[in-house]
């Protein structure tokens, strides 16, 4: 098969490459072990800085609160 100077020339290249590429390649690292200690802390601390921040937020906007003043006038009366 008949092919351009340039095409085998590149393919050639590419080879090399993928060649140095492979004798590069470092050994796969081992897995790091997870913090047991820190999990169910960093949990427990979102978990309440979640609950603070929609705290926050229902008490920061204005109409929530007065609708569930009249959704419980509206039930008891």
């Known amino acids: 098969m008949w092919m351009h100077p340039y095409v085998s020339e590149k393919l050639r290249e590419l080879e090399r490459e993928q060649v140095e590429l492979a004798r590069r390649r470092l050994p ?8 047991v ?29 007065d609708e569930r003043e009249v959704l419980l006038d509206s039930r008891s009366g």
């Open 28 to 35: 796969p690292r081992a897995p790091r072990p997870r913090p």
């Open 37 to 65: 200690l820190f999990a169910p802390l960093a949990r427990a601390a979102g978990r309440g800085l979640r609950r603070l921040g929609e705290g926050l937020e229902s008490w920061s906007t204005p109409g929530l609160q």
